[in-house]
Every structure is written in C-alpha cells, then in structure tokens.
T-cell receptor, first 110, second 113 residues
C-alpha cells in the first residue's frame, strides 16, 4: 500500500518567517494530495490540496507544490503567524484511500 | 450544512470489553472512513465504507469491524479491548469519488484501563 513520510517531525520558526514541510510518497498511482492542519484538541481541517495534473497551488499565505517524477510534495507557509502553530499532516490518495504521514509539529515563535 | 458528528466524544472501558462508536456524515456524503490517531503514529487508516459496503480496509486485526447503514451513518466496533487500543478514533466523510475532500468529525477519545 501507499507509504507517506513527512520531514521534519518538528519545525520551529520565528514569526514572519517561512515554513516548509516536505512529504514523500511511494505509490506512483496516487493522484490526490491534501494537507490537514490539526490544532490541539481539535479535528484535522483541510487547508489546501493538489491534484496530480497541477504542479503548484496557492491560497493566500499557503502553497503546495507537487513533483510527480520525484514523488514528493511540499507545503509552504509564508509570513507565519502564531495561529499557524499546529500539527500538519500530508496525505496521498489513490483508489479512494488516504494514507497519512505522521505529522509535523510547527511552532511559531512570537 | 451540519458537519460530521461522532458519538460518544469520550469513552472509558476496561480490557476485554467491547465498544461501539458512531459517526454521522455530512448530508449527501456516501463514504465514511475511520482512522485511529495515536501520538507518534499519526492517522492510521482502519476502513472505508461506501453505500453500505466496505470498500477499503487497513492493516488492523479482525477485532476492529464496522458497518454502514442506508442513511450513510457508520458504526465502528472494537471487541476484546486491549490497552493499546487507547486512541482518538476519527471518522471522515466524503462524496465517495476519486480526489474528493474528506471532512473529519471531532473524534471519540477511547481510554482502555
């Protein structure tokens, strides 16, 4: 089955700096790559997703890039704010099944 | 639209007991997926139901089972509970087609003593 890995496991950034989280996946048939944000004690919430026919997608301060040849995709957060502190999960989907990475703890230092 | 709901929100059980968790999807969604979330292991896929049929299954023992009703509501059952089953159990609903967004419920926190 699909195997998704996330790096780094923990990321600390100064407020206003950028944060980048990278994920790799194993199944070349995967065609949908969502990113979820989970704040402490809350449910995972979708923040952005990308489908395999697109290389990059942007939504305000958040962007995702996809490299299908190398089988990796990344989340970019610019101008980080304290409310960006959370655990971020990447996932890869094929055949209606989402495989998640183990999550990244992002800490934004004011 | 109302979001995904799960009941109960918290459960405390002892080893050997069994438990049933419930998930009500967003209206119109036909797919319900279940995940186990533990610290350090992230979200692990249990199974997915679509139109009352199990369509996908993860690598969990047979003690973990589920079903889906005609109104798309889903239940998950864990029999002969073990200490290691303590986790947050999340369900997510979607329309059920390729590349659909999954929307998560708040989860059921299960503690096994």
């Amino acid at each position: 089955g699909e195997n998704v890995e996330q790096h780094p496991s923990t990321l600390s950034v100064q407020e206003g700096d950028s944060a980048v989280i990278k994920c790799t996946y194993s199944d070349s048939a995967s065609n949908y790559f969502p990113w979820y944000k989970q704040e402490l004690g809350k449910r995972p919430q979708l923040i952005i997703d990308i489908r395999s026919n697109v290389g990059e997608k942007k939504d305000q301060r958040i962007a995702v890039t996809l490299n299908k040849t190398a089988k990796h995709f990344s989340l970019h957060i610019t101008e980080t704010q304290p409310e960006d502190s959370a655990v971020y999960f990447c996932a890869a989907s094929g055949n209606n099944r989402l495989a998640f990475g183990k999550g990244n703890q992002v800490v934004v230092i004011p | 639209k109302a979001g995904v709901t799960q009941t109960p929100r918290y459960l405390i059980k002892t080893r050997g007991q069994q438990v049933t968790l419930s998930c009500s999807p967003i209206s119109g969604h036909r797919s319900v997926s279940w995940y186990q979330q533990t610290p350090g292991q992230g979200l692990q896929f249990l199974f997915e139901y679509f139109s009352e049929t199990q369509r996908n299954k993860g690598n969990f023992p047979g003690r973990f089972s589920g079903r889906q009703f005609s109104n798309s509501r889903s239940e998950m059952n864990v029999s002969t509970l073990e200490l290691g089953d303590s986790a947050l159990y999340l369900c997510a609903s979607s329309l059920g087609f390729e590349k659909d967004t999954q929307y998560f419920g708040p989860g059921t926190r299960l503690t096994v003593l």
